[in-house]
């Protein structure tokens, strides 16, 4: 279990995942740089994160849920947890009669992705949620902004283990406090990071002085 002041944010779970040495230079040597990219998710997210409550064809939502994890060390926010009418196995919701089934949808800029880096940010969140409700969640949803599709997921076992040492390597690497190396990959181009993190110049075996010398020529 970890105490408080070891928490580290729910969202840096998939800046592990795109890439080890962006998690670092985000949450260990705290940078940052915004590109159009992020600048959109962020508009993506001023609803959700405005708060609030409301009820739809008998469906509650919440928006912008505190979430925290003492087991994983992970706090955070959901964008939108919907409650869904349930049986025994849900949980009360205060001034509310009935059981309900909580059911955490995060908000996403782009598509769906080629890996599951938005699915494990999303079982963390229900990871936390059922850590704090005491109770079991067995799916969620992503919503993707440039599809407009909502895509639901199932919270697997597999999926489970995948973003709980997801959890575990996050916190190795803080704990160390030391930065991966850089290597360049076609990825690069969406990070907004790029000019911070220069994968050329930085990369195992490159010389420094020879990419002094090209930024001489083309500059």
Known sequence: MFCEDDLLPL?????????????????????????????EGHHLHDKPDAGGYETRAGVRLARGVLLRSLRLGLTGKADVVEF????????????????????????KRGRPKCNRCDE???????LCLEEMLNVGIPEGALFYGQTRHRMEVRLEESLRRETETAAVRLHELVRAGVTPKAFREPKCER???????????????KSAQEYLRRQVRSS
């Open 84 to 107: 869904h009418p349930a049986g025994a196995a849900g949980v009360a919701l205060p001034g509310v009669e009935g059981r309900w089934m909580p059911f955490p949808v995060e908000y």
């Open 191 to 205: 990070c907004s990071l790029l000019s911070l993190c220069r994968p050329e110049a930085l990369a195992p075996g």
């Open 11 to 39: 969202s840096a779970l998939q800046h592990l995942l795109f890439c080890e040495r962006q998690a670092a230079l985000i949450h260990v040597e705290q940078l940052w740089v915004d590109n159009p990219l992020t600048v």
């Open 120 to 126: 494990v940010q999303l079982c963390a969140q229900a």
